[in-house]
């Protein structure tokens, strides 16, 4: 049976001995909000949202009765802020999932010499999945500790139980995150898709398990019946592109037939979903595989050929474009990656079995999946198609390889490499903006019990402070004060890194005393209203670290429609970025930002080779040399001609 939103508790040591999230102090938190947003608002604005906060805290205010009702719940519960978080990160937003909010990790392009070889690698794909699923399912997987900052400690393993028996089932007003018991025997399928069709392979038959050379066989069978025109099934899986609630109401309409309840039953308790896709046609580069991997290219190309509410779907491209694209409710991206390089170190390690294993005698004919459709469902079938068109037209992505140097010289300068970097993308996004905004950094919290993410407030006034230095000041500062502000706004970066991944991060106690005042049924606290709090919730850059060990990436969409998506990978001697943003606004441009990146990225370096030995950096880059240029916006500097011509204006599925 399914059990909804929470498995009862397993009693496993290494999540349970692990502490509970912490209520941080409650001044700690409002003290440390004001100065996250101080420099970021107006001064009329900031001593407005100033007197809302003192008031809020005062002795015997609402502060103080909401953190006493937290501190309950913190005691009541194994982690308080758990359900908050995932409702407001995920399950309440109705935003359609491909780009929104569906990261994607692009695998190594791969040469298939023909269509048999993709197949191959799908087959040896599928039975590295089963070969992890066994280790989770025997409770095997060895426990992870932290590394970099504060290195060291057992984190909880409790997203990976979460990898393949969940499904993110759509709801009107909210989603519902499903979580099938681990091993349980309704989840001993997968779903195949192959042109927009669905099929079932069962992986247990006569009770023995499929060998490699079985599910070669299988999806060999697959591809032919979805060759076969005549039995061809519409595109439903476009209607999981939708907007959340659109694709609520549209199953709503669906489960009215017993057909199509039972295709809907059949893909909601799959393990995984497996995309065997098309050539795409694009040229073959970062940028374009990870754009397919993140919306298919639309209902033309790969778009149709997919389920998105399925936490685990992976894609394999006749064409070698190859990923997995995910649901993320349940899990973050550090547990994708380990997930995904085990396979890749599966794939590589463990020689293909085909041929050589004995098989299942007499495999059934693998099922299609069938829909009923009406000329209504056909038109909201349409309508799905054409917003998934918009929000692949709108997208503007740019995968970028900065190989001028990577973390080790960012270690050498005796400085934590996610730090500079953050403040390497603060450069850059003034460079553009000439402002500072509100921004989102990932910082892991699974020190804790079923930790998830807490936000570090990346746009610190440290940084602002040495971004100006680089831009406005460059003139009239010193190059010694500009190494002593990078200092500051890097020390302040690492402070905020270790408030947060130590559970005192502001962003989850501010959400859990906003939604606390809402369960005990108290008008909204005027903090929670005011603009200012509005605004530092509107992540216009969204950025998180996901480093790899193989050769892979992670990327994801922005999470505002002026806003720029940024995940990067730090290695030894280069860094990677994926920076999305939409064409749509004509406050960002993906090229843009990572042209200003580059440029701040050398400009940082040169200043930490000036720290090492100033003599020789003088000789390098005589005065005034460095910093020369107008002081003109990035964006307006470089911006191409008809950039932003944008093709559907300011529209954007909600
Ligand atoms: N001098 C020299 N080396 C330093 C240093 C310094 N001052 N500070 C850090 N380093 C080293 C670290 O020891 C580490 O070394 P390693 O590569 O040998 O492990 C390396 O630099 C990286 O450390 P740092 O750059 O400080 O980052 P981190 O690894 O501590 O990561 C976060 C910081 C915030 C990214 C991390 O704590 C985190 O939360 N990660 C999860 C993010 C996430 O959830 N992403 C997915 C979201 S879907």
Redesign the pocket.
């Known amino acids: 049976m399914p059990i909804v939103e929470r498995e009862p508790p397993k009693g496993r040591r290494e999540s349970y001995v692990l502490p509970k999230v912490p209520v941080p102090p409650l001044k700690q938190t409002l003290d440390m909000y004001l100065t996250s947003i101080k420099h970021l608002v107006k001064e009329e604005q900031y001593q407005k949202t100033k007197s809302i906060v003192e008031k809020f805290g005062e002795p015997g205010g609402t502060g103080e009765l909401l953190q006493e009702k937290l501190l309950e719940k913190s005691i009541n519960t194994h982690n308080w802020v758990y359900d908050y978080w995932l409702d407001d990160m995920y399950l309440n937003q109705r935003l359609a999932l491909p780009v929104n909010s569906n990261?994607a990790m692009v695998f190594p392009k791969q040469d298939f010499r023909d269509h048999k070889d993709s197949l191959k690698f799908a087959a040896h794909l599928i039975t590295g999945v089963l070969e992890y699923k066994k280790h989770i399912d025997t409770r095997a997987l060895p426990v992870d500790f932290s590394?970099?900052?504060l290195?060291g400690t057992p984190l909880c393993m409790k997203q990976y139980y979460r990898l393949f028996n969940t499904y993110r089932l759509p709801g009107l007003k909210r989603d519902t995150l499903v979580i099938h018991e681990t091993g349980s025997t309704e989840q001993e399928h997968i779903i195949v898709a192959c042109k927009n069709q669905f099929f079932v392979m069962d992986l247990v038959v006569k009770e023995k398990t499929l060998k490699e050379m079985d599910i070669l066989s299988q999806l060999e069978k697959m591809v032919k019946m979805a060759e076969n025109t005549e039995e061809r099934q519409p595109p439903f899986g476009l209607l999981t592109s939708d907007g959340r609630t659109e694709w609520a109401q549209t199953r709503d309409v669906l489960i009215k037939d017993s057909v199509n309840r039972e295709s809907l039953a059949v893909i909601e308790k799959c393990l995984c979903v497996v995309c065997l896709d098309d050539p795409s046609g694009m040229e073959v580069g970062d940028t374009s595989r990870a754009l397919l991997m993140l919306h298919g290219g639309g209902h033309e190309k790969m778009g149709a050929n997919r389920w998105y509410d399925k936490p685990m779907q992976f894609v394999v491209g006749e064409d070698g474009v190859c990923g997995t694209v995910c649901e993320h409710s349940p899990f973050?991206?550090?547990v994708l990656v380990a997930c995904t390089e085990y396979l890749m170190k599966f794939m590589t390690g463990s020689p293909s079995k085909i041929g050589r294993a004995t098989s299942v005698s007499e495999l059934p004919a693998p099922r299609r999946l069938l829909w009923k459709t009406t000329p209504h469902i056909q038109g909201l079938l349409k309508a799905s198609a054409e917003r998934l068109q918009r929000l692949v037209r709108d997208l503007d992505m740019d995968v970028h390889k900065f190989e001028v140097y990577g973390?080790e010289f960012i270690?050498k300068q005796?400085?934590?490499?996610?730090?500079y970097i953050q403040v390497s993308l603060q450069l850059a996004f003034y460079r553009c903006n000439g402002r500072l905004v509100s921004t989102y950094?990932?910082?892991?919290i699974r020190r804790f019990h079923e930790g998830r993410?807490d936000n570090?407030r990346s746009a610190t006034p440290e940084t602002l402070a040495f971004v100006k230095a680089m831009t406005d000041e460059k003139t009239s500062l010193s190059d010694s004060e500009k190494i002593k502000r990078l200092w500051d706004a890097i020390n302040a970066q690492t402070n905020s890194?270790i408030a947060a991944?130590t559970g005192m991060g502001i962003d989850n106690h501010l959400l859990g005393l906003r939604e606390i005042s809402q369960e005990i049924h108290m008008e909204m606290p005027e903090i929670f209203t005011d603009e200012t709090y509005v605004a530092s919730n509107q992540f216009i850059l969204s950025t998180?670290?996901?480093p790899t060990t193989v050769e892979m990436f992670c990327c994801y969409g922005p999470v505002v429609p002026n806003g720029y998506g940024c995940c990067y990978n730090p290695q030894a001697d280069h860094l990677l970025f994926s920076v999305t943003s939409f064409h749509g606004s004509t406050e960002t441009s993906s090229a843009v930002f990572i042209k200003a990146l580059d440029e701040g990225l050398v400009e940082m370096r040169d200043l930490c080779l000036y720290q090492g030995s100033p003599t020789l950096f003088l000789e390098r880059y005589p005065p005034g040399g460095l910093h020369q240029g107008p002081p003109t916006l990035f964006l307006e500097r470089y911006r191409p001609v008809g950039f932003h011509s944008n093709p559907v204006p300011g529209e954007r599925p909600s």
Do not use: F, L
């Open positions: 990261p590394r970099g900052q290195a973050e991206g550090i973390k270690k005796k400085m934590s490499p996610d730090a950094e990932s910082a892991s993410v570090i890194t991944i998180s670290q996901v």
